[in-house]
C-alpha cells in the first residue's frame, strides 16, 4: 500500500461539504472514497486537510489516501476525473512519505470570500460570489481586520455552539482588497474553526456597512459568545485556496 | 412610446436559445418581453440583434423594445434585473432614437468560442468551455482561418438547410489564440448564418487536428454543401460578445 496526496478543486454548489455523512451522498469525500474504492476493489478512506461546509467551494483541498494500485500518479488522476462528476476535479496526485497525513500535517490554510458589488448582476461566475446590496467601508474593515490578526480564543466566531476542544487559534494574515465590482477577504492561519471564517467575513462587513464600530472586535473576540460577533456570510462565496505543509 | 436599447448578457445553459418559441418557456426573449409586459402593463416585444442557439452565452447581446414608462433608464434596468432569473442580466439601458432596430441597424458582431485543453477539468467555468481531448496545431488553424476572410457564399457553413436568402457574408477577422489552457476564436464579421461561427470552429479544429488540411478550406468553400465543412462545436463554448451599430 503507498500514501497518495491529492491536490482536489471543486465547485461546492451541489455538495452537502466535504466530509461523509450517513445517508447523504453529496459530500465530496464520500464521492472521492467511492471512485477510488470502485478503481482499487477495496474499502479506500481519504483524509481530508478540512472539512469545508455545505456550498464552499475548494480551489487546492489537499487529502490523502492509502492505495494498492499498479497505476502511475497520472492514471490515477486521470481515472478519477473521468469518474468524478463535472464539478470536482483531480488537479494532482502524488505520491507521499508514509507518514503523510493530509490533516494533521497541515500547518496552514489560505481562504479566499469574494463579495461583488455592482449595479448589475454577476451572471458567468454567480455561484462564487456572495452578492452585497450596499457597499462598504472598505477603511473601516482593514482597521477592524487588524485586531483579529494574532492567537485569540475565537469562540465568538465559531459555529459549532458544542465545540468543546480549543477554540484559540492563530491568524496572521488579512487582506481585504477592492476590486472594480470585486471585494476579496483573504485569511491565512494555522487553521480554523466551523464556520469561522464566514462569521469573520459577515463581521468584518457589518463594521464596513457601520453596523458594528471598528474598535467593538477586541470586545467580541473577548465575549466569547457566538451572539456577539456578526452574521455568518454564506457559504457560496467562500473558497480554500491553499494548504500548507512543511 | 419611447425606444430603448438593451445590452444583456446571459448564460445561456438553461435557455433554448434567444428567440421565443410557442410552447417554449425557457428563451431569453420571451423572459425579456414577460417582465418588461408586467411592468408596462402591455404587450411588449423585444427586438434582439440576432438569435442565438440553445445553450449559445452573451456577454452584450443588444435588444431594443418601444415602451411607455415613466420610469428611468437605471429603474427599468433594476427593476427588469429584480424580476429576471439569475442567468440574465440588464448591463444597461438607453433611451435611443425611434428609428433603432437592434437587428436591422447592426453593422457588426463579435463572438467568441472557447476552448479548453488540459490534463486536468475545468471545474469553475466548465459551462463555458468546450473541453478538447486532443491539442490541436494552432498555426495550421490559424492558416486555415485566412481562407475564410472576405465575403464568400458560406452555405457550406449554414445549420439551416432550408435557407432560402442569401448566404454571403463578410468576416473581416479572425484571431485564434492560445493562452496557458485556452484556445480562443474570436470572429468578427457582418452578420452569421445560422450555426455559423460553430461550423467554422469545428472546421478549423478539424484543420488543427489533421482531419482536414489548411488548403481544403477553398474547395469547402466552393463546395456550397454543409457536408464538405466540419462539424459543429458545441453550443457551451460560444459567446456573443459585441454587436456594432454606426
Avoid at 1 to 28: L, W
Avoid at 36 to 43: Q, R, V
Avoid at 143 to 161: M, Q, R, T, V, W
Avoid at 212 to 224: G, H, W
Wanted: net charge positive; proline share 3%.
Amino acid at each position: 500500500m503507498k500514501n497518495y496526496k491529492f491536490t482536489v478543486a471543486y465547485d461546492g454548489s451541489r455538495f452537502h461539504g466535504f466530509e461523509k455523512q450517513p445517508n447523504v451522498e453529496m459530500t465530496i469525500q464520500g464521492k472521492l472514497e467511492s471512485v477510488l474504492s470502485i478503481m482499487t476493489d477495496s474499502k479506500v478512506e481519504v483524509i481530508g486537510a478540512g472539512r469545508t461546509d455545505a456550498g464552499v467551494h475548494a480551489r487546492a483541498m489537499i487529502c490523502n489516501a492509502h492505495l494498492e494500485t499498479d497505476k502511475s500518479e497520472n492514471e490515477i488522476r486521470d481515472y478519477m476525473n473521468h469518474y468524478l462528476p463535472d464539478d470536482i476535479c483531480i488537479c494532482e496526485v502524488k505520491e507521499a512519505s508514509d507518514r503523510f497525513h493530509a490533516r494533521y500535517k497541515a500547518t496552514g490554510k489560505t481562504y479566499v470570500y469574494t463579495c461583488y458589488i455592482g449595479d448589475i448582476k454577476p451572471i458567468f461566475n454567480r455561484k462564487y460570489v456572495y452578492v452585497l446590496n450596499r457597499k462598504p467601508d472598505i477603511n473601516k474593515m482593514q482597521e477592524a481586520a487588524k485586531y483579529l490578526i494574532g492567537s485569540h480564543d475565537f469562540k465568538s466566531f465559531c459555529g459549532n455552539p458544542k465545540m468543546k476542544k480549543s477554540t484559540v487559534r492563530e491568524i496572521d494574515k488579512i487582506e481585504i482588497v477592492s476590486k472594480g465590482s470585486y471585494l476579496t477577504l483573504s485569511f491565512h492561519g494555522t487553521g480554523f474553526l466551523q464556520n469561522m471564517v464566514r462569521i469573520l467575513t459577515g463581521t468584518l462587513l457589518e463594521v464596513g456597512w457601520g453596523k458594528k464600530n471598528v474598535e467593538d472586535i477586541p470586545d467580541i473576540i473577548e465575549a466569547k459568545d457566538r451572539q456577539a460577533a456578526g452574521f455568518t456570510a454564506p457559504a457560496i462565496g467562500l473558497c480554500l485556496m491553499k494548504v500548507d505543509y512543511n
